[in-house]
């Protein structure tokens, strides 16, 4: 007992402090975080879409977020990471509140599109800022602490979306998600300092470079593809995993919220000393594979169990371990590889790689599962990810990273 809190908090030693104030501001936005879990409910529920005409709606989030990534990978490289992450946090926050006035299909994709492509110029910014706040010695750490408070904030937010949800309607997650982002930037703006800018003529000149491109990284764009093949199964968790509980199992909003819950809870307490654990290894694709493994069992779990709640549990244990064997040593290869003149670059098509996969994973789950059926869907994932863990094996292999 002794040894594991001496690791649990060894996990956390020599992390700068500007992390721990990054961490901060994204558990408070996270706590808030409920609209992507539960709008395909909203909009089948309360205002009576299809599961298909949802599922459409919903592709709108990662057309948005790809627009927004490729856009703030831009803004980043050129402009403060300080000033974009709090435009991004209010503008975001501000957008989400017409979702109380929107009801057609048009004005809802609308939103959703405009709300996913503000929210989503954060994330470059943001990724350059935990680059800069880390050394190649804990930058997956650095990584994972963030993560850690996304997911506690994760934890918090689904269970309180579910009740919320349930008792007060589907309307008032969207005043208390704009309101945690603009808690949010208020928490950054008041405690994390302002970018010193690097010489203009050294970014000019790295940035008028074709070559050190991120476009141009044949490997990297490979990296990209695969990371989005992972995102459209992984995703499938909030796409079309919540519409499966309520539809087949019969599960009610707040059973779905802390199933949804239970799976950041998790990340809180295994990912910070497991991944000080594996931080000390040099490859890191093995652990990559590990993860995209974890997803065909997770989805075997829920064929099997048809609707029982301990096949539930399960699928959301075996998926969580997923996101933490892969997330954090996939964002550690993007960081790692870039320039520090092209990281906002490089983090952008990191995010739009998540983006694709939003665009993708709502319209084929969702349109799978109404067309063919769920287990239909979970096998078409479960091929899709035993393919996506083949390609990292390859891209493993061709880097000499096994």
């Not at 803004?75 to 974009?84: P, Q, V």
């Not at 704009?178 to 010193?196: C, D, G, H, K, V």
């Not at 800018?197 to 008028?208: D, E, H, I, M, Y």
């Not at 995102?231 to 309520?246: E, M, T, V």
């Amino acid at each position: 007992m002794t040894r594991l809190f001496h690791l649990y908090r060894d996990s956390f030693a020599n992390i700068q402090k500007n992390v721990w104030i990054l961490s901060v501001a994204m558990f408070i936005n996270r706590s808030g975080s409920m609209v992507l879990l539960f709008t395909s409910l909203y909009l089948t529920k309360e205002l009576h879409f299809s599961i298909g005409d949802a599922g459409i709606a919903m592709s709108f989030y990662g057309i948005g977020s790809v627009l927004g990534s490729y856009a703030g990978g831009w803004l980043t490289d050129r402009r403060s990471y300080f000033d974009i992450m709090i435009w991004s946090l209010l503008g975001s926050g501000g957008i989400l509140l017409l979702m109380l006035l929107a009801t057609t299909p048009l004005t809802i994709s609308l939103v959703i599109f405009v709300y996913a492509f503000t929210a989503d110029i954060f994330r470059p910014a943001n990724s350059k800022a935990i680059s800069l706040f880390s050394t190649p010695e804990n930058r997956t750490r650095s990584v994972s602490l963030v993560r850690l408070a996304v997911n506690l904030g994760f934890s918090v937010g689904p269970a309180a979306g579910g009740f919320i949800a349930f008792y007060l309607g589907y309307k008032w997650l969207f005043v208390v998600d704009a309101l945690t982002s603009i808690a949010a930037a208020w928490m950054l703006y008041n405690y994390l300092p302002r970018q010193e800018n690097a010489p203009k003529n050294k970014v000019s000149v790295v940035l008028n470079d074709s070559s050190t491109s991120a476009y141009r990284d044949t490997t990297y764009l490979t990296f990209i593809v695969l990371v989005a093949f992972y995102g459209i199964c992984f995703f499938q968790l909030f796409a079309s995993i919540p519409q499966y509980f309520n539809t087949v199992s019969h599960y009610d909003e707040g059973t779905i919220g802390l199933l949804l819950a239970l799976n950041g809870l998790l990340v809180v307490l295994i990912e910070m000393p497991f991944i000080a654990f594996l931080e000390k290894k040099q490859k890191i694709f093995p652990f990559i594979i590990a993860g995209v493994l974890c997803i065909p069992i997770s989805f075997l779990f829920l064929q099997l169990g048809q609707g029982l709640m301990i096949w539930a549990i399960m699928y959301t244990l075996i998926i969580t371990f997923s996101e933490i064997f892969a997330m954090p040593f996939m964002m550690n290869y993007s960081l790692s590889r870039a320039d520090k003149e092209r990281q906002g670059q490089y983090a952008a098509l990191y995010s739009i790689s998540y983006g694709l996969a939003n665009i993708a994973a709502p319209m084929l789950g969702l349109g799978i599962a109404s067309r063919f059926g769920f287990d239909t869907m979970f096998e078409v994932f479960m091929v899709l990810s035993l393919v996506t863990a083949l390609g990292f094996l390859w891209l493993g292999k061709r880097e000499k990273a096994f």
